[in-house]
């Protein structure tokens, strides 16, 4: 908008007479001047209401009535009075006196005002506000959500101006060119819509701000303004309808404060506490870990123990219910550090599916059956409820099925002796598959549920000791669903009644595509080969020959490369399982090196290194497979099938 003129000597009694409204029409501040000696001189309706004297009681009076008489003693009046001169200003909070002798607790602005022209002091303006109520209700975030001071003109930290009716400037402040970069000469007579972004300017926002103001007697509002050289800042800003004694509206107050600042150190504040949380959470974390990598080996080693010291007078079926009770702690043991090795993937984005098309139900049924006997050590009831005409879908088989393993496994866990489980499966819509696992256990409070697909979360710490575990299946889980392009949530009535775990998948369009999926059980083979077993572990490499041998495989062990490479150098091998840690050279050397020697032998990669890096360099090392630690015998065998 084309500026306005600067008010002329003419103008300049209308000038101070809407400056003399402002200040008089604010009501939530006193605001009243003092002479040179600290004596009252002038006294506003905030300062009546404020501190209870009528003008013509305090006029004249010094303005160290208003101080308690501690401070009185203490020199605080006067020693203010001299860091204002000194300084020019001096803001202080502390505890003032009303007229009636009660305290309360005032924000205190004290700015020196000289002549201009001849340098003299000429008294001293005074901006009091009472924070007795907000220091009581809100004392710990009084610095962070402390509603601006609407101060006079002379206050730098506030760009403090008037603008007339339609919004052009008229006043100016110091803290009005500090903040918008403009001297008052550049900026009175302008539309204040300068001040705003140019997508504010188009959706007409300044212009909208002055008419909600006329309509309620005030807006605040906060956003980015701009200054005068096109930097940007963000700012709080209060705009006030100011009207004489007849309702006519005069124009209007404006208080802008710079919180960019305020908003930064909030912000690093926040990310202070989140990193915080995250190293608390890490601490927690670090000690469940150490608990639950210890707890399986406990029954391990207790129970090798009993076997070897009572080898002689133990029977056999007390020996085998010893031999299950390791195992299955052995495999818990692999299924923690499994669990550690997908979030590591997750995390990463490198969790890779291999999707084919899998038919749901036989996925379900092939869970529960790997699941059977731990459902019949607890006495619980498994059903089945498989009402979806259409049960195929586009997914990685082995992951979809460690997605349902997760959740009846859950439901295992989480359900006491005697209860039942229940797995549903319907068509919500054509395209559509629902799989519902539901029980009869623990229940999950409201509170908990919006957090229990989060790494290490298992619902309540009570929870967590009782049943322990890593609290990653679920966070897992999640991860595996929403990256085949389905969805995971949680039902429960709340603690006692049970939980319903919800999986939706999309359907196959042709179900002619459709492939079985692969059983987890064993697949019987009359092939044997001659194997040349590499591992710098003896015992590993003395149970796992006995074990091939048992099975019809002719097995040379060596614990080096180096003895590996002297074994192929005397004898034909049909496959090279190795290693990958050798203490000599790594395994996928190995592997390059017997390939050089023996071009049709073939490979299997044992190692503890299970991300995709690890399994991309043994692919591309020769090996064929990969088999994660700790080694699955039939899973081993079932390779060996394939070669």
Not at 10 to 26: C, M, Q
Not at 462 to 487: C, M, P, Y
Request: glycine share 8%.
């Amino acid at each position: 908008m084309p500026p306005r003129a600067k008010p002329d000597r003419a103008n300049w009694h209308e000038t101070e007479e809407r400056f003399r409204l402002l200040v008089e029409s604010v009501k939530d501040y006193g605001i009243f001047t003092l002479d040179a000696d600290g004596c009252v001189t002038s006294w506003n309706e905030g300062a009546r209401r404020i501190k209870g004297y009528e003008a013509a009681e305090i006029l004249g009076s010094h303005f160290s009535r208003f101080y308690p008489p501690e401070d009185v003693l203490a020199g605080k009046p006067e020693r203010e009075l001299v860091i204002a001169i000194a300084e020019g200003r001096v803001e202080d909070e502390g505890w003032r006196l009303r007229k009636d002798g009660t305290r309360f607790w005032a924000d205190v602005v004290i700015t020196s005002l000289w002549d201009s022209a001849t340098g003299e002091l000429k008294g001293f303006g005074k901006v009091t506000r009472d924070l007795t109520e907000r220091r009581q209700a809100e004392i710990a975030l009084r610095q962070s959500e402390e509603q601006f001071r609407l101060l006079v003109d002379c206050v730098a930290e506030y760009a403090i101006f008037m603008l007339d009716p339609t919004g052009h400037v008229v006043t100016w402040n110091s803290g009005a060119e500090k903040a918008k970069g403009y001297l008052a000469k550049e900026i009175i007579g302008k539309h204040f819509g300068c001040f705003y972004t140019k997508e504010d300017r188009d959706t007409d926002l300044p212009n909208r701000l002055l008419e909600e103001a006329r309509s309620h007697g005030h807006v605040r509002a906060q956003g980015t303004r701009v200054r005068k050289d096109g930097t940007t800042f963000q700012a709080d800003v209060l705009i006030t309808a100011i009207r004489d004694s007849t309702g006519q509206l005069q124009g209007f107050s404006k208080v802008t404060r710079d919180i960019t600042e305020q908003l930064r150190i909030r912000e690093m504040e926040t990310a202070k506490l989140t990193a915080e949380k995250a190293n608390e959470a890490k601490d927690n974390f670090l000690a469940v870990l150490s608990h639950e990598l210890r707890t399986p080996l406990t029954p391990v080693i207790a129970g090798a123990s009993y076997l070897i010291e009572n080898r002689s007078a133990i029977s056999d079926e007390e020996m085998l219910e010893h031999l299950h009770t390791i195992r299955r702690n052995a495999q818990l043991e692999a299924q923690l550090i499994d669990d550690l090795l997908d979030l590591t993937r997750i995390s990463r984005g490198k969790m890779i599916l291999h999707p084919e098309a899998v038919d749901i139900h036989a996925a379900l049924r092939d869970v529960g059956a790997i699941l059977q006997e731990e459902i019949q050590r607890k006495q619980l009831a498994l059903s089945y409820d498989l009402q979806a005409t259409g049960y195929w879908s586009w997914v990685d088989p082995t992951r979809i099925r460690q997605v349902f393993w997760n959740l009846i496994n859950n439901a295992i866990k989480f359900t006491p002796e005697g209860g039942r489980i229940k797995v549903r499966s319907a068509n919500p819509s054509p395209t559509c598959l629902r799989v519902d696992v539901s029980d009869s256990g623990l229940g999950i409070a409201p509170e908990q549920q919006q957090r229990i697909f989060g790494a290490f979360e298992q619902g309540e710490v009570d929870t967590t000791r009782k049943f322990g575990g890593l609290g990653l299946g679920l966070a897992i889980t999640r991860h595996l669903v929403e990256q085949q392009n389905g969805s995971i949530s949680v039902t429960s009535e709340g603690k006692g009644k049970g939980a319903c775990f919800t999986v939706t998948l999309a359907l196959l369009e042709k179900r002619a595509e459709a492939h079985p999926v692969p059983s987890s059980s064993p697949t019987p083979s009359g092939k044997t080969h001659r194997i040349l077993l590499v591992d710098d572990n003896a015992d590993t490499l003395r149970i796992l020959s006995a074990l091939l041998s048992k099975r019809g495989h002719e097995v040379k062990t060596a614990l080096t490369a180096g003895a590996a490479l002297e074994w192929l150098a005397r004898e034909q091998f049909d496959v090279l399982v190795s290693d990958i840690g050798l203490p000599d050279r790594n395994g996928w050397e190995l592997m390059r090196e017997a390939r050089a020697r023996r071009s049709q032998i073939r490979g299997i990669a044992l190692t503890g290194y299970a991300l995709e890096a690890d399994i991309r360099r043994c692919t591309e090392a020769g090996f064929e497979f990969h088999l994660a630690k700790p080694v699955d015998i039939d899973a081993l065998q079932a390779m060996l099938h394939q070669i």
